[in-house]
């Protein structure tokens, strides 16, 4: 059951241009979303939350938009760079007092041309 | 700056054998897990741990999984007989409160 979509596998862009990395979730019950950036044969990388009570969250280069109403967020990455090239992972969180589990995307792979 | 570290970063294991993954997390972390992440697919919950007790587990973890923290510091995953389809990345994970903090990953490869 895959209550975290990505829906592009992949997305290429421009060296300055903006990045935009969608994400799509079924369980309106998630109150925390977060964004992971992964080298090959690294462990994810923490990049970006934002709770749901949000619906911008912006840090640097990156900014992340939740769209409660359809279940949609988004990170934006301006001016991108070469050294962004890795996978994305958007990952949301139902928070517990007994900690969470982060459900995963399959994750977008981004290429940033020079 | 404190890191989630992982050893060893690959084991290459028999069909049948038992390993054991360990992992440091940040010390002053109260929430660990561990995912994996099957070549080509996305990263998949296998299980929490808080308190001194797994708090949640997915389906995926089977009897043949266990967890252990056994000194306060080090954190564990045991697989007690490996099968082929176990050949993943097994990353470790820890959190304070918010974002889980993962470490490199160690590669698992069941031959």
């Known amino acids: 059951d895959q209550q975290v979509k990505q829906n592009s596998p992949s997305l290429s862009v421009q060296e300055g241009r903006i990045s935009i990395l969608n994400c799509d979730y079924t369980n309106s019950m998630f109150d925390y979303f977060l964004w992971y950036k992964k080298y090959p044969a690294e462990g994810p990388t923490f990049l970006i939350s934002i709770s749901s009570i949000k619906d911008k969250n912006e840090d640097g280069r990156f900014t992340v938009f939740l769209n409660k109403s359809a279940k949609h967020l988004s990170l934006h990455i301006v001016p991108s760079q070469p050294g962004d090239s890795a996978v994305y992972f958007c990952?949301?969180?139902?928070?517990?007092?007994?900690?969470?589990?982060?459900?995963f995307g399959k994750g977008t792979s981004l290429l940033v041309t020079p | 700056e404190p890191e989630v570290t992982q050893t060893p970063s690959h084991q290459v294991t028999q069909m049948g054998q038992e390993v054991i993954l360990r992992c440091v997390p940040i010390?002053?972390?109260?929430?660990f897990y561990w995912y994996r992440q099957i070549l080509g697919q996305k990263v998949e919950f296998l299980v929490s741990?808080?308190?001194?007790?797994?708090?949640?587990k997915s389906e995926i973890f089977d009897d043949q999984f266990s967890v252990e923290r056994p000194d306060g510091s080090n954190f564990t995953l045991k697989i007690r007989s490996t099968k082929l389809e176990d050949s993943a990345m097994y990353f470790c994970a820890s959190s304070e409160t918010g974002e889980a903090f993962f470490g490199q990953g160690t590669r698992l490869t069941v031959v």
């Open positions: 741990f808080y308190n001194n007790e797994i708090s949640e």
């Open positions: 990952a949301a969180i139902l928070s517990s007092d007994s900690g969470y589990a982060l459900n």
């Open positions: 010390s002053n972390h109260l929430y």
